[in-house]
T-cell receptor
Framework: GAGVSQSPSNKVTEKGKDVELRCDPI?????LYWYRQSLGQGLEFLIY????????KSGLPSDRFSAERTGGSVSTLTIQRTQQEDSAVYLC?????????????FGPGTRLTVL | KNQVEQSPQSLIILEGKNCTLQ??????????LRWYKQDTGRGPVSLTI?????NTKSNGRYTATLDADTKQSSLHITASQLSDSASYIC??????????????FGKGTKLSVIP
C-alpha cells in the first residue's frame, strides 16, 4: 500500500515569500505529525493533529508557521514571510492513532531552501 | 529538558564488519525506545521498538539492547553491507499521557560502509 507522501520534494524560495508544504498520510491514519530537520540537528517536533484538530501546536517556532488538516487526511504546513533560518527538511509522519506505542510512518520530506 | 545523546556522530567501517552505535537518554519515565534508519533524502524507517521492560530486540542483522537502569541503548549491526550506509537515529517516547506522541530524537549516527 501507499506510504506517506509529501510534495514538493524540493522547494527553493526567496526570503519573504510564503510557502505551502503538503502531506498525504497513510489512508486511515488518524494522527499526523510535522517535524523539522535542520542540518546536523535531530528532528524537531512542530505540530500534531488528531483528526482535523491540532491539540498541540507548541512546536511551531513562530506565528509565521501554521498548519491545517482537512477531511482527516491531507495536511498543509504554511510558512509565511520565509527567513533563511527556515531552510530545513520538513518531515511529515502519520500513525493509526496517537498512542505512545503506535509507530509513526514518515514521508520522504520536503527540502526547503530560502535564499 | 529531555535529551537523547548519540555516539559516535559518524562512523566508517569496512563491508562485512560489525559495529555498535550508542544512545544515552534522560527522558524519564518513558514508554518505549526506537531505532530508526534514515537513508539520504528519505524519511526515517523504524528498525526496532523496545518497551522499558525489554532488554533486547532483533531485526535481521540489527540487534538493539536497552538498559533502563543506566538509561543506555545500543544498536549492533552484524556483517555490514553497503546498503547499511545511512543515519541511525535513537528515539525515546515519554510515557506521560497526553505528551506521549512527542518523540525525542537524537541527532543520529552517520554510518558509512565502504567496500
Amino acid at each position: 500500500g501507499a506510504g506517506v507522501s509529501q510534495s514538493p520534494s524540493n522547494k527553493v524560495t526567496e526570503k519573504g515569500k510564503d510557502v505551502e508544504l503538503r502531506c498525504d498520510p497513510i489512508s486511515g491514519h488518524t494522527a499526523l505529525y510535522w517535524y523539522r530537520q535542520s542540518l546536523g540537528q535531530g528532528l524537531e517536533f512542530l505540530i500534531y493533529f488528531q483528526g482535523n484538530s491540532a491539540p498541540d501546536k507548541s512546536g511551531l517556532p513562530s506565528d509565521r508557521f501554521s498548519a491545517e488538516r482537512t477531511g482527516g487526511s491531507v495536511s498543509t504546513l504554511t510558512i509565511q514571510r520565509t527567513q533563511q533560518e527556515d531552510s530545513a527538511v520538513y518531515l511529515c509522519a502519520s500513525s493509526p492513532t496517537s498512542g505512545s506505542n503506535n509507530e509513526q510512518f514518515f514521508g520522504p520530506g520536503t527540502r526547503l531552501t530560502v535564499l | 529538558k529531555n535529551q537523547v545523546e548519540q555516539s559516535p556522530q559518524s562512523l566508517i567501517i569496512l563491508e562485512g564488519k560489525n559495529c555498535t552505535l550508542q544512545c544515552n537518554y534522560t527522558v524519564s519515565p518513558f514508554s518505549n525506545l526506537r531505532w530508526y534508519k534514515q537513508d539520504t533524502g528519505r524519511g526515517p524507517v523504524s528498525l526496532t521498538i523496545m518497551t522499558f521492560s525489554e532488554n533486547t530486540k532483533s531485526n535481521g542483522r540489527y540487534t538493539a539492547t536497552l538498559d533502563a537502569d543506566t538509561k543506555q541503548s545500543s544498536l549492533h549491526i552484524t556483517a555490514s553491507q553497503l546498503s547499511d550506509s545511512a543515519s541511525y537515529i535513537c528515539v525515546v517516547i515519554p510515557s506521560i499521557g497526553a505528551g506521549s506522541y512527542q518523540l525525542t530524537f537524537g541527532k543520529g549516527t552517520k554510518l558509512s560502509v565502504i567496500p
